[in-house]
């Protein structure tokens, strides 16, 4: 099922040239694995700083203190907890092997006390920095609404969901690969909604609680609480780590309108960094504030996060959180002025990538239908509405949520 995937993303590729990027590392990196199975091919070079592999195609190089310390033997490591049992601060940090060699698929290095090591050559490829900066952490499928909509990406089933893992399963590899999945069936009420977000993961407490129900009040100090348009962002950016999924079920609307807005991040971003390198660039060094103040009889808060628009990985340049909302972004005072003038017009030609009306994807939320959202991702949105909404919802803990989808073997 994930190669079919795989193999679907590759098609909708050709139709977006932002997959690009993500496509060809993903190849390199399957390249890499295919390179890395001959291992007549193996040959090892002991230099002064590093022990040189040349695995398949692929030369690696290993620090020695790197090597003793990743030891896998029963003295260094406890593989009944998978934690390290050595000392590193033990570890000389002059250390070389006496010997090393390669016997029956394994590097087996001999060190000066006498302590043996072996690691499988599969082992260090794909642990090797050479291996990991030609990949990806997870594979994406980048959309903008035409190919959301042109991928038939079905929702979940209510009853199903709840008690078949391989529906479950199916469900959490359309999140990772678009960043929103939908369960559709679902009763209309908090309990129900409550139900089926610990299904996929455990429940987030921030300043709003655990779950959460709303209506255009204002009971709350926040713009969310009204019946105003909202234009995209990403939720919690003034948390130091914003939440990783938020949930929306909508249990009542009496009215119109009400549409919610969802735009891939991720594609608007890589669309700027083709085709404007350096403001990508800035936007990923640029540390921004946002903040949450509020002031009403019931609460009072204050909560404050710093970091940068985009942020990547520093080893193979991957995407890995948006942090996008004018409503709460604080004074700009951590750059000097003509960094901010710079770092203004980057923005601006990500709001423009963002706000074209090809990446908005629409969807109407009725009763029964919830939507799970990559808010590290895919950024929300509203039309304007009238009438009685009332939305329940909550935010799970990002952690748990790819801990599970590594349990069903998923790419993460």
Request: charged share 25%; glycine share 6%; proline share 4%.
């Amino acid at each position: 099922m994930f190669n079919r995937t795989l193999r679907a993303a590759a098609g909708h590729a050709r139709r977006l040239p932002a997959l690009s990027a993500t496509r060809l590392q993903w190849r390199h990196r399957v390249l890499q694995v295919r390179a890395c199975a001959d291992a007549r091919a193996a040959s090892l070079r002991v230099l002064d700083d590093c022990l040189e592999l040349k695995y398949g195609d692929t030369p690696m190089r290993f620090n020695y203190v790197w090597l003793r310390d990743h030891c896998r033997s029963a003295s260094s490591y406890n593989p009944a907890t998978n934690q390290r049992s050595l000392d590193t601060a033990e570890i000389d940090l002059r250390v070389r092997p006496e010997s090393s060699r390669i016997e029956e698929g394994h590097v087996v290095l001999t060190w000066p006390d006498g302590h043996v090591s072996k690691f499988s050559l599969d082992w260090l490829a794909a642990n090797s920095y050479e291996v990991k900066r030609q990949g990806v952490v997870q594979p994406r499928v980048l959309w903008n609404a035409g190919v959301y909509e042109g991928a038939n990406v079905p929702a979940a089933e209510w009853e199903k969901f709840m008690s078949c893992d391989a529906e479950l399963r199916q469900f959490l590899q359309n999140y990772l690969l678009y960043g929103i999945a939908f369960v559709d069936g679902v009763p209309a009420t908090v309990e129900a909604t409550e139900a089926v977000t610990q299904r996929v993961s455990l429940i987030r407490q921030t300043t709003y609680g655990g779950m959460w129900s709303f209506t255009s009040d204002f009971s709350r100090g926040d713009t969310a609480y009204s019946q105003l348009a909202l234009d995209r962002h990403t939720d919690t950016s003034y948390f130091q780590e914003p939440c990783g999924i938020q949930v929306f079920h909508c249990l009542k609307h009496e009215g119109t309108g009400g549409r919610t807005l969802l735009v891939d991040g991720f594609h608007a971003a890589e669309q700027l960094r083709q085709r404007s390198p350096q403001s990508f660039r800035l936007l990923t060094q640029v540390p921004i504030g946002h903040e949450y103040i509020e002031n009403t009889d019931g609460h009072q808060n204050h909560i404050t996060g710093i970091g940068p628009v985009l942020n990547v990985y520093p080893w193979n340049d991957e995407l890995y959180l948006i942090r996008y909302n004018n409503y709460d972004r604080s004074v700009i005072n951590t750059v000097p002025y003509d960094v901010v003038q710079r770092w203004y017009e980057a923005h601006r030609e990500l709001t423009t990538e963002l706000r074209r009306p090809e990446n908005e994807l629409w969807v109407k939320l009725n009763p029964g239908k919830v939507i799970f959202v990559d808010n590290w991702r895919v950024l929300h949105g509203r039309e304007s509405f009238t009438g009685l909404r009332q939305i329940c919802g909550c935010y799970l803990t990002r952690d748990d949520v790819l801990s599970r989808a590594r349990g069903f073997r998923l790419h993460v």
